[in-house]
Structure formats: structure tokens, C-alpha cells
């Protein structure tokens, strides 16, 4: 519990950087990804978050050194490789259909 309050702590800080991957792992079953996906697509829409995904194509990264919440001075580099706000949010919701046809 203390660990998923840290991740939504996450989303109150103006940017949000996610590692594709994370977003893949299905941890507690398809319906809770799904549900925790969905929740990501409704907090971009708060004019204070924007939600950038790091994909799989980007392929290894300065973020596999450590959390992304730990590494503000690596942001700039993250931000560099990651998809815009709005490809982000395509994606983010791609994968909870994913998740929820499972």
C-alpha cells in the first residue's frame, strides 16, 4: 500500500516520466493494470500533470540506472527520448485495452 501511494505522489509533481515497461508488467492481474492504467489517462487530464512514457524502442536509457522518482537531474535526458504528453496518453490507454482483453 505505502509503495502504490508513493507511485500516486508521483502524479501530483508537474511532470511524470514512466519507463514503458512498468506500464507492461501486469502486477495483481489484467483488471487491477487496467483499472491503474486508466487512472494514469484520467490524471493527465489535470491541467498540473503531464505524462511523459519512456517506449521500448528507446531501448537502454539513463532511467535503468535507478527509479525515476530519484533521478531529477537526469529528467532533462529522459524527457529528450520519451513521447509527447499526447502519445504518452494514446499509449498509456492502448495498454489498459491490452490489459483488459486478457
Known amino acids: 500500500m505505502a509503495a502504490r501511494l508513493g507511485r500516486q505522489a508521483i502524479l501530483s509533481r508537474p511532470h511524470a516520466l514512466i519507463d514503458e515497461a512498468v506500464l507492461r508488467r501486469a502486477l495483481g492481474g489484467p483488471a487491477v493494470m487496467a483499472r491503474q492504467?486508466?487512472?494514469?489517462?484520467?490524471?493527465?487530464?489535470?491541467?498540473?500533470?503531464?505524462?511523459?512514457?519512456v517506449p521500448l524502442t528507446v531501448g537502454a536509457h539513463t532511467g535503468l540506472d535507478g527509479s525515476f522518482a530519484?533521478?531529477?537531474?537526469?529528467?532533462?535526458?529522459?524527457?529528450?527520448?520519451?513521447?509527447?504528453?499526447?502519445?504518452?496518453?494514446?499509449?498509456?490507454?492502448?495498454?489498459?485495452?491490452?490489459?483488459?482483453?486478457?
Open 37 to 53: 492504467l486508466r487512472h494514469l489517462v484520467d490524471a493527465a487530464e489535470r491541467p498540473n500533470v503531464t505524462l511523459r512514457v
Open 70 to 102: 530519484l533521478l531529477d537531474g537526469e529528467a532533462d535526458r529522459l524527457a529528450a527520448v520519451a513521447l509527447s504528453p499526447a502519445e504518452s496518453v494514446r499509449l498509456v490507454a492502448r495498454i489498459a485495452t491490452e490489459h483488459e482483453r486478457e
